[in-house]
């Protein structure tokens, strides 16, 4: 058995013969930058999304660099981001010399909470980045509320999210992504709208946001060779776009794959009592870019080493908090530590999750994981 993290392989063999016109469309064009599956795709992707402008870009972080720095924001200015995500969340605001102010998860969620959020506001705090971490929305409701009380732009990190749904109070529902200003997401192979190389998009409803957004992309310019501010080369390759276009229409076919593969987990792990199985939120459904198990009672390492001996791949997202990474030590003291992240990055484990259900494999990695706890 050949069990992978993410089985991309198999995915692939399904829709061969459309990604192959694609990419034999795009060659026989030769309009490898800025070609017509470009603006295809982008029009594919507006309406999938219910948002008025998606901007193409590079890939994800150069997504949530571009959203920041078309905010007007000033050196010094605060950011609040969870201190338990990827590090692209956190670093393009110390790289636009913002300052990160990490904040703690939700023990449940594992998204921003926002317990005690209002102790980090200070003068200088310009915006929230909620980042919707394995697949499911981060609480839109109370963080629009928050950013409102403030006065802060909120700016989504859909790099784990996209196709999920956040549902309001009202019943209202919309996509992640297009809930805040600015939306960020990223086509990373294996993101669950994943193209074969990098890419990444933003997202917004705002007509003066995405002129700008465009512009900081296209090396700040509106008009060829005048450039009004310092931007950024960022564009989403021709290539990319027609693997994009092809993939976009089994997005929602691919999620309910992968949550086909989340409830078999679900359904033969939660009895082991020192498993915990991913909570879903009430206000947002599930898109499982990641399956992750808390295991409880410091067993995690070894139970992945066990795994691994089986030939299982798990990983861990994340094993340290953004706050003790030496690149972000120059934002904290010493002994700066938030409760839940520091337990999250001691329980996580992810299992593999993909498109591509096999009963006989996901019964093999249960067992081993049963066998791993009877030991
Ligand atoms: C993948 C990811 C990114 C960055 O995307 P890239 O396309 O790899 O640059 C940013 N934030 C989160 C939460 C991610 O998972």
């Known amino acids: 058995m050949n069990i992978q993290m993410v089985d991309l392989k198999s995915q692939y063999e399904k829709i061969k013969e459309e990604i192959a016109t694609g990419i034999q469309n795009c060659l026989d064009n030769t309009a490898y930058i800025n070609g017509p599956a470009v603006k295809e795709f982008q ?8 948002v008025k402008h998606v901007i193409p870009c590079a890939n994800g972080t150069d997504a949530l660099q571009i959203a920041l720095m078309a905010l007007d924001l000033k050196p010094g200015d605060e950011v609040i981001c969870p201190a338990f995500t990827y590090v692209a969340t956190a670093e393009v605001i110390g790289l636009l010399g913002l300052v990160p102010i990490m904040v703690d998860v939700d023990v449940d969620t594992f998204n921003i909470s926002l317990d005690h959020l209002d102790q980090y506001v200070t003068p200088k705090t310009k915006v929230i980045v909620p980042v919707h971490l394995y697949g499911q929305s981060a609480d839109m409701e109370q963080i629009l509320a928050f950013a409102k009380k403030h006065n802060l732009y909120v700016v989504e990190d859909n790099a784990q999210a996209i196709g999920s749904d956040y549902t309001f109070a009202d019943g209202s529902s919309k996509k992640t992504g297009t809930i805040g200003e600015i939306g960020c997401t990223s086509f990373f192979p294996s993101k669950n709208l994943g193209c074969y190389g990098d890419g990444g998009a933003i997202m917004t409803n705002d007509d003066e946001l995405a002129a ?4 900081i992309a296209n090396h700040g310019q509106e008009k060829k060779y005048y450039h009004k501010v310092l931007g950024c080369n960022s564009r ?5 776009a027609e693997v994009l276009k092809v993939k976009l229409k089994h997005l929602d076919e691919y999620a309910a794959a992968r949550n086909k593969m989340a409830d078999y987990y679900d359904q033969n792990l939660a009895e082991i009592s020192e498993i915990e199985v991913p909570k879903r939120s009430a206000s947002s459904n599930h898109v499982f870019h990641q399956y ?9 390492d070894a139970l992945q080493q066990y795994l691994a001996e089986n030939k299982i791949p798990s990983m861990i997202y994340y094993p340290l908090p953004l706050y003790k990474q030496e690149a972000f030590q120059q934002y904290v003291g010493a002994d700066f530590s938030l409760p839940v992240t520091e337990v999250l990055c001691q329980e996580v484990l992810s299992l593999p999750i993909h498109t591509e259900f096999n009963k006989e494999s996901s019964d093999y990695v ?4 049963k ?5």
């Open 366 to 369: 249960i067992a081993s994981i």
């Open 236 to 240: 989403l390759d021709t290539l990319q």
């Open 43 to 50: 029009q594919d992707f507006e309406k999938y999304l219910g």
């Open 212 to 215: 700008k957004i465009r512009m």
């Open 371 to 375: 066998k791993f706890f009877t030991l």
């Open 292 to 300: 992750t198990l808390k295991i409880k009672n410091g067993k995690r």
